[in-house]
């Protein structure tokens, strides 16, 4: 039984990793199980006797979370890009709140807003100038690194979704097929980017999150917020009144159901 649970919580964390809005490393924190994984990830061969026993289950589920969602992604986004969109920026915008709620945990200070805005507007003047400047990003083996390192930190950085920062760069559709299809082309450099960011930067972030949790987690809304305003396909609102009812709805389903998963979540903390 107790297998079948870390199991079912790796397969929600592998969930978490890849859906967009939701942080597979805020699900470790909910299950009490990111402490383990970032000693491990720190490291592993101090704590591969007594740390690996407890999380196979849970590495077992989050390939299964993982891979079994990414093909559903991958043609939502190909027929149905504005509503899939919208649904997803619903996602992160109900997500906010219980983001919010996580990054005052150990409070919160003037440092904390400076970080979250000055993060904020890093962000947006990078995606705006993408945007000004035409910049057409092709996915190639050096931007699937990229997307590595994102999934990567979406893991040992609690609150950060890459999608979040693929999504606007027009990365996240052609990564998410290339999952889904078991593409090697983009699995060896996606994961050899997120290899390496968890050998050079799962102790650094760890550090970071112990000795300035709020100051760290507020910088990650900030990116959260830009970004998510950037992908909101506004032209689609306006194209037919049909549009624009479709859209709203995904939108409203997607902040009904990442606020349902945020009362879930409360739920098994206070169980925990």
């Excluded at 061969?45 to 992604?73: C, D, E, S």
């Excluded at 970080?115 to 995606?127: E, P």
């Excluded at 990365?171 to 889904?180: N, Q």
Aim: hydrophobic share 55%; charged share 10%; glycine share 10%.
């Amino acid at each position: 039984m107790k297998i079948g649970i870390k199991i079912l919580q790796g397969a929600l964390i592998g969930l978490g990793a890849v859906l967009p809005g939701i942080s597979g490393g805020v699900l470790c924190v909910v299950f009490g199980i990111y402490k383990t994984i970032m000693e491990f990830l720190a490291n592993p061969f101090h704590t591969f006797k007594t740390h690996i026993p407890k999380l196979i289950p849970i590495f077992i589920g989050i390939g299964i979370g993982f891979l079994g969602i990414a093909n559903v992604l991958a043609v939502l986004l190909e027929r149905y890009p504005a509503p899939s969109v919208c649904l997803f920026v619903g996602l992160i915008s109900g997500m906010l709140p219980s983001l919010f709620r996580e990054a005052g945990e150990q409070g919160r200070g003037k440092s904390s807003y400076v970080s979250m805005y000055v993060t904020m507007g890093i962000m947006f003047a990078v995606l705006v100038s993408l945007q000004v400047f035409s910049v057409t990003i092709t996915p190639s083996f050096i931007w699937y690194l990229f997307c590595g390192v994102c999934l990567a930190l979406s893991i040992i950085a609690p609150g950060m979704s890459f999608s979040t920062l693929l999504m606007p760069l027009a990365l996240y559709e052609p990564f998410i097929a290339g999952i889904g299809h078991l593409d090697f082309t983009i699995l060896i450099p996606a994961g050899m980017g997120a290899l390496a960011t968890v050998i050079l930067l799962s102790r650094a972030v760890n550090s970071l999150f112990e000795k300035h949790y709020s100051v760290a987690f507020h910088g990650i809304i900030g990116i959260v917020i830009a970004a998510t305003v950037m992908i909101v396909p506004y032209a689609s609102f306006v194209e037919s009144v049909g549009d624009f009812l479709v859209n709203g709805i995904c939108l409203a389903t997607g902040v009904f159901a990442a606020l349902r998963l945020d009362k879930f979540n409360q739920k098994v903390t206070v169980e925990r």
